[in-house]
């Protein structure tokens, strides 16, 4: 949790702001729940079943969080 909340300083947002882009997100929706949910304490492991995601997706999406705040976790679609 600790890190998640450093993470979120370090883009200049807080648990709040999170939770408000939960509801508010058009595509990205899940993933900053999944963000709000490890900002209260929950593991990447509880995450990942909760949201019945794979748990290196939900590593990705922290990775992508960690390297460019919120753009990171904008959804991209990729293939056909």
Do not use: C
Request: no cysteine.
């Amino acid at each position: 949790m600790n890190d998640m909340l450093a993470l979120l300083a370090q883009w200049q947002m807080d648990v709040r702001g999170v939770r408000e882009r939960v509801y508010r997100a058009e595509a990205p929706r899940e993933r900053w729940h999944a963000v709000w949910l490890l900002t209260t304490g929950w593991s990447q492991a509880q995450v990942a079943k909760a949201l019945e995601r794979d748990a290196h997706t939900i590593a990705e999406w922290v990775d992508g969080f960690r390297k460019s705040g919120a753009s990171g976790l904008v959804f991209e679609q990729t293939g056909g």
